[in-house]
Structure formats: C-alpha cells, structure tokens
C-alpha cells in the first residue's frame, strides 16, 4: 500500500491507540475503496458531537464490548465519518480536528479552509 497522506500534505500521523480508532482499527483515518463512510477526519470528541451523533443514529458513548468498542468519552480521538462531521459543521457542533491525522480525502466532503478554522489548538493551526 502507498503512504497515505494528510490534509497538510505530509504523511498521515496516528489519530489513537487508546481507543482504537480508524476504519481498519490501526489507530490511523486512512481509507480505501472498502471504507465507503470514508472515515477520514480526525477529531477531539466533544460532549456536544457525541450528543449530536446519537441524536442522528450512531450511538458512540455507549460501549459494544461484541464489537470490540470501549464507548467514547469528550477528549478521545476518532476518526470520524467525513460527511457526519460536515453535517455537525453546519449544525455547529463539529468537534476539533487534528490536521496531521485528517487524511487528504476529506477535503472531498469539507474545505480545507474550514478544517483550519476547527484544529484542534493542541496542534499547530498554522501548519
């Protein structure tokens, strides 16, 4: 597999371990023609998105221990659909993004611009 890349152009970082995040569960949002939700944003989880995204069907506080998922609490890192991240953008609740773990595809659904004006201040914001 090539080096995937992320929205700043630069190889795509870990996203999280602890829990383990990512469509292939390798702690990175990177993504193939088989992640159809391209599950490519890196984010911080906040309360609010967490509230957001139960409130629109996908449940991720509560853990599913079959399904190998811990639950998420606000602060953890995922990689988050990119096109439910656009809809909680502009429902204005998106939750920070951490750029250097953002793969490059989510440009497709979310302006690069935009995912500027929400990275995570726990990174450069400049880079």
Request: aromatic residues 8%.
């Amino acid at each position: 597999m090539t080096e995937q890349r992320n929205v700043l152009g630069e190889p795509l970082a870990l996203c999280c371990r602890d829990p383990l995040t990512g469509f292939y569960r390798d702690g990175h949002c990177r993504t193939a023609g088989d992640d159809l939700s391209s599950h490519t944003v890196c984010s911080r989880i906040t309360e609010n998105f967490l509230a957001y995204t139960k409130a629109h069907g996908n449940d991720l506080s509560t853990p599913r221990p079959e399904l190998g998922f811990p639950g998420l609490t606000p602060g953890d890192q995922w990689c988050v659909c990119a096109a439910r991240w656009q809809e909680a953008w502009m429902d204005g609740v998106a939750p920070p993004v951490v750029l250097a773990s953002t793969h490059e595809s989510a440009v497709q659904y979310v302006p690069i611009e935009v995912l500027r004006q929400h990275a995570w201040k726990g990174e450069d914001a400049s880079s």
